[in-house]
Every structure is written in structure tokens, then in C-alpha cells.
């Protein structure tokens, strides 16, 4: 599951500081406002990459997910975009957790078996 989040979680900083880049020819937006937000919206992303398999990281990782959505109101592709990953985080997160059960079925088969099995 880690993997596929963080994979998730990389791609939204990158698109986070694009919007950044856009938000910025708003000329109702103060740029230090826009680098505020980015910069939080972007640190918190690469932060929640190494706290994805701790207690609260995949719910903080949704909040995130809230919040790149709800930034369509200043910037309006930015709902499409939210919805975008947040369709993308839940699949990181399903398929993630499916794929760990089946690592872990398959390296109990394997330890198991024991070296005598071969």
C-alpha cells in the first residue's frame, strides 16, 4: 500500500506547485497567500508519504484529498483535478491494502513450507 500512496501523494506535489504556478496570474490573490497554501499543501503531501502505514496517515492523506478538491473554488480545473486523485488515492489505498494480503498469504505459505520442502 505504501508504494502506491506515496506514488499518489508525489504526483499531487507536483500538481499542487503546477496550480501554484496558475494560481499565481489570479491578480485577486496575493502571491504570498498562493506559496502559503501551496508550500503547506505541498510539504504536507511528501510528509504523509512516510506516515502512510501509521496510525491516522491514510485519513490525513483523504483530508488532503478534501482539500485538493475544495481548491477548485479558487482555481476551477483544480475540481477536476481533486477528483482526479482523490479517485486515485482510493484506488491506492484498496488495491494497496489487497496486495499486502496477498504478500503476506503468500510469504506464510512460504515460511510454512520450510527449508525441507524443496
Given at each position: 500500500m505504501r508504494t502506491l500512496c506515496a506514488s499518489t501523494l508525489i504526483g499531487e506535489f507536483f500538481v499542487i506547485g503546477f496550480a501554484g504556478l496558475v494560481a499565481m496570474k489570479d491578480e485577486t490573490l496575493a502571491m504570498s497567500?498562493?506559496?502559503?497554501?501551496?508550500?503547506?499543501?505541498?510539504?504536507?503531501?511528501?510528509?504523509?508519504?512516510g506516515m502512510i502505514t501509521r496510525p491516522g496517515g491514510v485519513q490525513l492523506g483523504w483530508a488532503l484529498q478534501l482539500a485538493l478538491v475544495a481548491s477548485g473554488f479558487v482555481l476551477p480545473v483544480m475540481?477536476?483535478?481533486g477528483i482526479l486523485f482523490a479517485v486515485l488515492w482510493w484506488c491506492s489505498v484498496h488495491y494497496g491494502r489487497r496486495i499486502d494480503e496477498v504478500k503476506a498469504r503468500w510469504a506464510e505459505s512460504q515460511g510454512s513450507a520450510g527449508p525441507d520442502a524443496a
Open positions: 497567500t498562493v506559496w502559503t497554501v501551496c508550500g503547506v499543501a505541498m510539504l504536507l503531501s511528501l510528509l504523509l508519504c475540481f477536476v483535478l
